[in-house]
């Protein structure tokens, strides 16, 4: 063997110790992480359950809150509009009660027609409102009700019982159950009590509430 072959022999025993990792530059492996735990399937459903019902009820709720806002809103509406088609009504009445009974039984042609198209308006009028749940009432000879009736003046009548409506000043007007305009009233005093209303039910009966 030549020194030439067992020196190229020596260097690559060399290289091969240099590239052979020893025990301290072995690579180490990392252990693989633990596997989460698995999730409580049971808890899981009922807190999205919980989640549900309670979205279920706020959305209800808000449902609940529009409509009665919303309501709120028409029957304002519709309150002041049926507030002003009853002023439309009353001056009409007040324009016929202006023709007294001399001039309504002389009056011909044109004065005649007139008066009977403001008649006839006031009736179409009336027609309406009531179809619109609008409905006037005239409390005469009825008792006075404080819910239903404002007194503005009392008349000594002793031939019906006190606390009678003898006369209507303006007559008022009811929206569904509700008290869109009192009646102006005048009530008689000096005659004997009025009746009571006959039966428990009329006693507990609740009064319809007046619209403010």
Do not use: C, W
């Not at 919980?50 to 809150?65: F, G, V």
């Amino acid at each position: 063997m030549t020194k030439h072959t067992a020196r190229a022999e020596d260097e690559a025993a060399r290289s091969a110790e240099a590239t052979t990792p020893g025990p301290e530059q072995t690579p180490s492996v990392d252990a693989a992480p633990a596997p989460a735990p698995e999730p409580d399937q049971a808890a899981v459903a009922a807190d999205l359950r919980d989640k549900l019902l309670r979205t279920l009820a706020d959305m209800e709720n808000l449902r609940r809150r529009t409509a009665r806002e919303v309501g709120d809103a028409e029957l304002r509406g519709i309150t002041a509009f049926a507030r002003d088609m009853i002023g439309v009504a009353d001056n009409m009445r007040r324009a016929l009660d202006a023709v007294t009974p001399e001039v309504r039984d002389s009056a011909q042609g044109a004065v005649k027609a007139l008066i009977e198209g403001v008649e006839l308006t006031e009736r179409e009028l009336l027609k309406a409102l009531e179809k619109n749940k609008v409905r006037q009432f005239n409390p005469l000879r009825e008792k006075f009700d404080p819910n239903l009736h404002q007194a503005i003046f009392e008349v000594p009548d002793a031939s019906v019982p006190a606390g009678s409506v003898v006369q209507v000043v303006q007559p008022g007007y009811m929206l569904g159950e509700r008290v869109l305009r009192p009646a102006l009233v005048g009530v008689s005093k000096g005659g004997p009590k009025a009746a009571p209303a006959s039966g428990a039910s009329n006693d507990n009966a609740k009064a319809p509430a007046q619209e403010s």
